[in-house]
């Protein structure tokens, strides 16, 4: 099993930033990828980012230029740094952890951009 636990969101005001994070913690032996999804009510859960074992980054269009996925040295640890946030990025954002032969999301957590 794999625990994944995420950072809280919070309240933003447009052109605003945050930092999100997601721990995995369990057994972890072989990460694949790990990664930042988003969804809003009545949209299906989109990709925001990922990134692999090998460090490289996908990200999806809106947010290139704007957020940065990274890992933390022990490898088990995602970031998402999003800059200068706006209206459309409010969602509940979830982490993804993929394994050999497995996938794990975190609880999500609500990120919203109003002023």
């Known amino acids: 099993q794999v625990q994944l636990v995420e950072s809280e969101g919070g309240l933003v005001q447009p052109g605003g930033s945050l930092r999100l994070s997601c721990a995995a913690s369990?057994?972890?032996?072989?990460?694949?990828?790990m990664g930042w999804y988003r969804q809003v009510p009545g949209k299906q859960r989109e990709l925001v980012a990922t990134?692999?074992?090998?460090?490289?980054?996908n990200y999806e269009d809106s947010v290139k230029g704007r957020f940065t996925i990274s890992r933390g040295n022990a490898k088990n640890t995602v970031y998402l740094q999003m800059n200068s946030l706006k209206p459309e990025d409010t969602a509940v954002y979830y982490c993804?952890?993929?394994?050999?032969?497995?996938?794990?999301w975190g609880q999500g957590t609500q990120v919203t951009v109003s002023s």
């Open positions: 369990g057994s972890i032996f072989s990460i694949v990828a």
């Open positions: 993804k952890t993929t394994l050999r032969t497995s996938v794990y």
């Open positions: 990134i692999s074992s090998g460090d490289s980054t």
